[in-house]
């Protein structure tokens, strides 16, 4: 009797891990052994070039995810999930996370994300119109100083990779805001963006 309890627990322990999840569900990922060694591969679902991932972004998004999925299941729980999110430059609470997962998970419940609609998810964020206080955010992970300011070689290189804006982009963003201050009373240091103001400028 007792044996049949702890299988019985055990098994409603493994139905509970991500709970929330249809269980009909099918696999997030494929597992091989190559070279007596077991190898993942996510199952892509969704149509990369439709999200505005390349390549080499995907490459990327990958890896990260590959950091916080332990188990290799190819879903991530909440805990997990907001780890990754403060990794991609959100500094998202246990309730942001929610929030931000409940956009694409099919989990009401534990809001587990799979790799799927990580990937949509990173797709939505990117189209988003961002408002005042996620940019500082944004800017404020980057400075820890809080400083008030960046180096432009080093926002040039931010903007380029998380959100794969195009050159000219930023070199119009970057010379409408040199013209912005070179309105201002104060001269600014060179090559120096102070973000506050870049920030102001952008929601003009």
Excluded: W
């Excluded at 199952?43 to 995810?65: H, K, M, N, P, Y």
């Excluded at 991530?76 to 403060?86: A, P």
């Excluded at 931000?100 to 799979?114: K, N, P, Q, T």
């Amino acid at each position: 009797m007792a044996r049949f309890e702890l299988r019985n627990s055990t098994s409603n322990l493994l139905e509970t891990l991500h709970g929330g999840r249809p269980k009909d569900e099918e696999p997030h990922v494929k597992k091989s052994l190559k070279k007596k060694r077991e190898k993942t591969e996510y199952i892509v679902r969704v149509d990369l070039d439709e999200l505005g991932i390349s390549e080499d972004e995907f490459e990327d998004l990958q890896s990260l995810f590959e950091l916080f999925d332990h188990d290799k299941d190819g879903i991530l729980n909440l805990k997990e999930t907001q780890k990754l999110l403060r990794c991609l430059g959100f500094r998202a609470n246990e309730d942001q996370a929610k929030s931000m997962a409940s956009l694409v998970s099919v989990d009401e419940i534990g809001f587990s994300v799979s790799f799927n609609e990580y990937l949509r998810l990173v797709s939505l964020q990117r189209r988003a119109e961002p408002d005042e206080e996620s940019l500082l955010d944004v800017f404020l992970s980057l400075d820890p100083q809080e400083t008030g300011k960046i180096d432009e070689l080093h926002f040039r290189k931010i903007m380029k990779s998380k959100d794969a804006i195009p050159e000219e982009d930023i070199d119009e963003m970057l010379a409408e805001y040199k013209r912005v201050s070179s309105l201002e009373e104060d001269e600014d240091e060179e090559n120096v963006i102070y973000y506050k103001r870049f920030i102001s400028m952008l929601q003009q």
